[in-house]
């Protein structure tokens, strides 16, 4: 035992260094996911330093943390999540900081109860990928907004005037996606990719949206739901199903050869970001061009 | 440092320890893998707990989690038990099945559920300090500091009352049973230990560290020492260290604290196989060399012993008549002269009384093959121990 304690009292000689004081006294937020870094950077702008914790192309419910998150936490003076156990069990953890006195925000919890798709089988579970709503991102937005000012009143101008700028912006890039989306006949708006995550935008446009693979990464799409769905393409006469950037394309590519087989051709039609933007050098690194892409990508594959 | 880098490198060697200690005996007992086993096999428990409470937060997951890995320890001891198949097999046996009920339960009732073991129960050692216990609105700490110190705890005393009967029942479980207490229960008790340890630990700090934390500083030790008490203290003591100097290289590097503490244990593994002073690869390598040497003296003697004359004891034409390269034939001839085997006499060589007698020794050995010959010439004549 004693041992133990001279390796630890030695290392932590040679480790403490006097911490790095960040003469930066700007607000700092902590966001979760890719989504929410670019919400909180567009509302925050110069006002806030924001630190991601996910970058480009993670899934969000297989996150591995680095070291420098701990510190990135310790010295956030606001955590903003997605909620909805979309972050799997830092979802709790998160809920438990509000009792030791670090602020936490969900987002989730700016949505009313009738704005959260649920579970079939199981009224407390919820359909956690929110963002594919326009109407719920401008919900989110503006109340977002509020929450900021409210924990950082020095900057409210600044939030009021990008807020409102980026409502703005959301609007006219929900008409412009509705626009786009009229080109497809509503008979058309069918919806194939490999795991559940567009089950909002379906709901929002008027698409059937079909996941090849459910919400949870444990299991495997089964022979029989390859099946089902492999003559659901054909009766329908899908033109294109798809894939997405953080989930495996293999059960898709096999869903393909199963239509190919009866006859039937379909394409895969390109790649959507789902749970994850683009890089953010990228047009699809940020929320409104991963928006437009996914939807140019989907009417131009079906058309 | 940081109340929070602090706590993290205190539960991470609590953790290390409470893994080191059943670890040491997993490792005897060839089960080591048990571990990795219990990640999967746990899903069925926590699916049926989610049935219950329909609530992936609640605290009965841990709870069937924890009961399906003890359910999964007791069926492979009971398999492995019958003697019918190997320890390893055992294990094949149990939780790939397991896991398949969890799958078929989660297609069947659940598809639409975020249900699985990573969502549920494995946690994530930075976050640790965040997850606090608070009792009447006081901090008490972290939530995983405290479950992983009672699993310690328990496990420690556990260890201490039971020693002398793990002991038997891991080296011998023959004698165990002619003693009068039953090695089963012992397996038994063992083995609930290390799931339920095993369950604390991936809550606290996620499967793969917990697996490495099981298995390298137990394997590592074993190839320093046999002692039983000295490879728990040693297991227990480079399982901390291993977590600490990992935890700082984590931290310069801004990498992941349980994937780097898994490659420093990794590298500490390959310095103990490489240096380990009996079993390690070069003091068995150098051994092998020494052997080869010993041959071949032997053989020289064997040589100047079955030959009167001079001619074929020159030290010049040695080599010939052998057919050594000059090198070795050196190398002999100096080791053979060193230990008063041979004299060298106007470059002819001759045995000594001691030469001969090694010599008459070796040649009984070699036609009526007994042992006891053997140890005599090994301790005798062990030659590059002076």
Redesign the interface.
Known sequence: MKKIIAIVVAICFVACKPAEKTNNLKFTVVTTTTMITDLVKTIGGDAIEVKGIMGAGVDPHLYKASEGDVSKLTSADLIIYNGLHLEGKLVDVFEKMNQVGKKTIALGDFLAHEQIINSEAFASSHDPHIWFSIQNWKTIATKLTEALIKENPENKLVYQKNGADYLAKLTALETEVKTKIEELPVEKRILVTAHDAFSYFGKEFDFEVVGLQGLSTATEAGVKDVQRISDFIIENKVRAIFVESSVPKRTVEALQASVNSKGHTVVIGGELFSDALGNPSDEMGNYIGMFRYNVNTIVNALK | ??N???E??IIL?LVAVACALPGVFLVLRKMALISDAISHSI?PGIVLGFFIT????SPLLIVMATLTGVLTVVLVEYIQKTGLVKEDTAIGLVFPSMFSI??IL??R????????????????V??A????W?YNGI?MGPKSLWMIGTILTVSISLLILFFKELKVATFDAGLAASLGFTPIGIHYGLMTVSSVTTVGAFDAIGAILVVAFMIVPAASIYLLTNNLKKMLVYSA?LG??AS??G??I??F????????IATVLGLLFFMVYLFAPDKGYISQWYKIKQQKTEVAMLVFMLHIANHEEEQERNVNHLQEHINWTSQLARKVLRLANQNNMIVIKNDVVSLTPKGAEFTNKAVSYISDNKNAELEGIKQNFFLFRG
């Open positions: 440092m940081t929070a880098q602090l993290i490198q060697s899903l329909q609530d992936l937060a969890g799958v989660i297609a009732n659940a598809g639409d559920v975020h249900l699985d073991v990573d969502a549920v129960l494995l946690g994530e930075a976050f300090p965040f997850d606090r608070m901090d003591l901390v260290f600490i100097v935890y700082w984590a931290h590097l801004d990498a992941s604290i349980a994937g780097t």
